[in-house]
């Protein structure tokens, strides 16, 4: 008898994000994200971001690391965003890839967009991000944490 043909999991609905964590994620805080490795291992790395208009968030990559290539094959993230000024004061983000930009022009005008927001946009980083093979994910929030206000 034949198995029948596995369903595909609905994605979950967006998370509604409140206007305390939009702010924080408006502001260029710096990230940590964490991947599945191919052996089921968590990877985690520091990163740039940024919210997008949509409520998703905008990650990019040199190609070649390990995370984009988790991501590829596995869409599940989480990010742990914190400020720098007190790193107890976070957000936490569980979400899934919505989009990968393959197209390397564009996903080169997002890490020089980057740049700019962390005010690193020198003339040199610049011209190496715009030789660099690149890659931007945009991920889809489905679960916030907010630990702003813990004490």
């Known amino acids: 008898m034949p198995k ?19 702010a924080f994620l408006d502001q260029p805080h710096f990230a940590s994200l964490a991947t599945i490795g191919d052996h089921g291992a968590p990877n ?9 208009p949509d409520g998703r968030v905008l990650v990019n990559s040199r190609e070649g690391r390990r ?4 991501l590829r094959r596995d869409p599940r993230v989480n990010l742990a965003v914190f400020w ?3 790193p107890n004061r976070w957000v936490g983000i569980t979400g899934i890839v919505d989009e990968v930009v393959e197209d390397v022009a ?7 967009a ?22 931007s994910f945009l991920i889809r929030i489905v679960r916030v944490h907010d630990h702003l206000q813990d004490d």
Do not use: C, G, M
């Not at 980057?114 to 890659?135: I, Q």
């Open 4 to 22: 029948p043909e596995a369903k595909p999991e609905p994605k979950p609905e967006p998370a509604a994000l409140s206007d305390r964590v939009r």
């Open 44 to 52: 985690q790395a520091v990163i740039w971001y940024r919210l997008e």
């Open 67 to 70: 995370w984009p290539a988790n």
């Open 84 to 86: 720098s000024e007190d």
């Open 106 to 112: 564009r996903a080169r005008d997002d890490i020089v």
């Open 114 to 135: 980057l740049a700019h927001r962390y005010d690193d946009a020198v003339p040199a980083t610049v011209t190496r991000f715009r030789s660099e093979a690149r890659v």
